[in-house]
């Protein structure tokens, strides 16, 4: 990748909108505008994002781009976000989970853009079915036959991943070309499922299910909960989980529609609908005028 | 004199606060701050030094941090305590002459001098007074072209890269200049303390928690010993991982009978007996607190025993 592309990569992401938000302006932002906008002063930031989103979609489409089609899918077509909390970047045993989506159970999806590789393929699927029971991948149309043949050597484990594939045309969940995954509770671990959850939120398991919390010493207080948890069984466990985390994204469904189809992941995952009025502002308003 | 340098985080303000306060900083310890950001903490500590009537030592010309970007400095602050410093580099010469102008003078400031480069800048600013210190590093060069009063300084902390590397080495040599500087020249001698020299902002969950206690060993010299968790396989459970590597400081410190206690020491060992955890910039802060008031205890002056 050349150090145009890695520009073009940060613009959605929290750190600008926010020093968009705050300051006004952004070095990323305006370095980017200046390479791939023509005659940014009369556009509105709103339509630069666009412009550059799209571009991205034609010839370099992204992680951010996956994820957002994908969000977009799930979210407006497919569940509500009124039932439906999708949770990115989730720290799941010794990996990072691109995609998690929760509605009545959870469901991971890994992405695998053009640019990303596949050496840590399995042990990202196993570590993700070590919380989940449903694990996805989802790649380019290029990469279908070579993500079908890795699976295919994980033995039962590859068996039950599903594939999906993000088309010329941004369609993810044809049925011809997809596969769904598969329910897998082979590696189920207690210890995964709880070091996921927050201080606050295994409280909240542990009190509802054993109507008290374990008395010890501050130190202690961890692994006498996890020891708790233990004690429940699996897969109680992880409905407790996936209750949990359903709670950490709240959005109306309102307010999920305000956000332009672009913008719409990197606001809803780093909570920025909360500033959802200053936000439309500034897509409202010209580039040049801020300078 | 000892002269420990700081980056003006939150918990070493807090720990160098908490000493004066407690009348535990010996009159004896200089704390040299390259201030980072002029927070409320920062302005508390100037007020208590200066109700404590203790010396301190503020850096106007700061490379690191907020601050070091503002090409003016930061401003000058009217206290009795505060002893003005200034790094010797690129703009030593714009700052001293700023402090000029508010009329202090050559001879009432303290220098940093730590950059070979940065000599020649040394000597034309301090060509007919001295400075009230120059803090040397252990420089060949520097130490021979440093006037007198002058300070022997050194990093003494081997910083390694993951906290888990201390088990590898959880016992070293930490320093022994507070017993050779005098006959060597030197009006003291200074350090980053167990903070090490290099600088960087805000920090993450880690691995390992590691706890390091300076303290004597029996010829005087200073030693250091690293205490370090031994679950480090992820970031769960920082609480967890602070109690092993502090039930090993007891089982350390109740075996051996000629290490010192201290305030902050005794702090510690009361959280392995009590099964509490502060926090990871409490735990930085009190083995800081531990390391100040040991060598104040060495140097002697202390305002309350």
């Known amino acids: ?291 | 004199m000892y002269f420990p340098y700081f980056r003006g985080r939150m918990y070493e303000l807090l720990a160098l606060k908490e000493l004066v306060a407690d009348g535990k900083l010996s009159n004896s310890i200089i704390p040299i701050i390259e201030p980072i950001k002029l927070t409320s903490t920062f302005n508390n500590l100037l007020t208590t030094f200066d109700a404590a009537d203790h010396k301190l030592a503020i850096v106007y010309n700061p490379e690191v941090g907020d601050l070091s970007d503002s090409s003016d400095g930061i401003e000058l602050m009217d206290n009795n305590c505060v002893i003005p410093s200034i790094l010797v580099n690129k703009s030593a010469i714009s700052t001293v002459a700023a402090l000029k102008s508010q009329g202090i003078q050559e001879k009432d400031i303290l220098a940093v001098l730590n950059k070979r480069d940065f000599i020649e800048t040394y000597q034309t600013l301090f060509d007919t007074d001295s400075p009230k210190y120059t803090i040397a590093s252990k420089d060949r060069q520097i130490l021979r072209k440093a006037k007198s009063p002058k300070v022997l300084f050194d990093d003494k902390f081997s910083k390694r890269e993951k906290n888990a590397d201390y088990l590898k080495e959880d016992d070293e040599f930490f320093s022994e200049d507070h017993l050779y500087y005098s006959e060597e020249g030197f009006e003291g001698f200074g350090d980053y303390s167990i903070i090490g020299n290099e600088y960087n902002e805000g920090g993450f969950a880690p691995r390992a928690v590691a706890i390091h206690i300076v303290y004597f060993a029996k010829n005087n010299e200073l030693r250091i010993h690293h205490f370090v968790s031994d679950s480090n396989f992820d970031i769960s459970d920082v609480a967890g991982k602070f109690n092993e590597a502090v039930l090993k400081l007891q089982k350390w410190y109740s075996s051996q009978s000629e290490i010192q206690l201290t305030y902050a020491l005794q702090l510690l060992l009361n959280h392995a007996e009590e099964g509490t955890y502060p926090g990871l910039p409490t735990i930085k802060k009190l083995s800081m607190m531990h390391h100040m008031e040991l060598i104040g205890k060495y140097l002697g002056g202390s305002k309350k025993g």
């Not at chain 1, 951010?64 to 799930?74: E, Q, S």
């Open chain 1, 1 to 291: 990748m050349t150090n145009n592309n890695r520009a073009i990569n940060l613009i959605f992401t929290r750190r600008v909108l926010n020093d968009l938000l705050v300051n006004g302006t952004s070095e990323v932002f305006n370095y980017v505008v200046q390479r791939y906008v023509n005659d940014p002063q009369d556009k509105t930031h709103g339509q630069i994002f666009s412009e550059i989103y799209h571009s991205l979609g034609e010839d370099n489409r992204n992680e951010y781009y996956y994820m957002n089609t994908l969000l977009n899918k799930l979210l407006v077509g497919i569940h509500s976000v009124h039932t439906t909390t999708a949770l990115s970047q989730l720290h799941i045993g010794q990996h990072i989970a691109d995609f998690v989506m929760l509605n009545g159970e959870g469901k991971v999806y890994e992405i695998k853009s053009d640019l990303d590789n596949f050496d840590r393929l399995h042990d990202q699927i196993q570590d993700y079915f070590s919380a989940f029971s449903k694990v996805s991948v989802l790649a380019s149309i290029h990469e279908y036959d070579r993500v079908q043949k890795l699976l295919k050597d994980f033995g039962d484990m590859g068996e039950a991943v599903g594939i999906y594939v993000l088309s010329e045309d941004d369609t993810i969940f044809s049925k011809s070309r997809s596969k769904e995954p598969q329910q897998y509770n082979e590696y189920l671990s207690h210890t995964n499922m709880f070091k996921i959850l927050r201080k606050k939120e295994y409280e909240n398991i542990i009190l509802d299910h054993f109507g008290e919390i374990p008395d010890v010493k501050p130190v202690f207080h961890f692994k006498a909960c996890l020891k708790k948890f233990e004690e429940i069984p699996i897969l109680e466990a992880q409905n407790y989980l996936v209750q949990e985390l359903k709670k950490r994204n709240k959005i109306t469904r309102v307010m999920f529609n305000d956000i332009p189809t672009e913008l719409r992941s990197v606001v809803y995952f780093s909570q920025m609908y909360r500033k959802l009025p200053q936000l439309q502002e500034l897509l409202q308003t010209n580039y040049a005028e801020e300078k």
